[in-house]
Nanobody
């Protein structure tokens, strides 16, 4: 059984910072890509940032220069440092990982989501 557990969400004023963490646990052979997605009320889930096991990174245009994704491969953990937060960053943030476990290759796992609220 593989789980993704997120932490670090909360309420912050515009211009502030938050750091999200997501740890994968369970019977894991390898983790390919890890990332963060978000979903605001009434909107579709969208990509925020992803990072491969080799360190290749992708950001949504809306967060470039403000958010930084990183990962600790030894601890199967991915982080999202969010700076200069804006009210439009308010959303539920979901951790995602492509995990090889047992005989299942690159299965798509999701965390339970953590609320980020940015007040103006």
């Amino acid at each position: 059984q593989v789980q993704l557990v997120e932490s670090g969400g909360g309420l912050v004023q515009a211009g502030g910072s938050l750091r999200l963490s997501c740890a994968a646990s369970g019977s894991i052979f390898s983790i390919n890509e890890m990332g963060w997605y978000r979903q605001a009320p009434g909107k579709q889930r969208e990509l925020v940032a992803t990072i491969t096991s080799g360190g290749r990174i992708k950001y949504a245009d809306s967060v470039k220069g403000r958010f930084t994704i990183s990962r600790d491969n030894a601890k199967n953990t991915v982080f999202l440092q969010m700076n200069t937060l804006k009210p439009e960053d308010t959303a539920v943030y979901y951790c995602n990982a492509l995990i090889t476990s047992g005989h299942v290759y690159d299965y798509d796992y999701w965390g339970q989501g953590t609320q980020v609220t940015v007040s103006s």
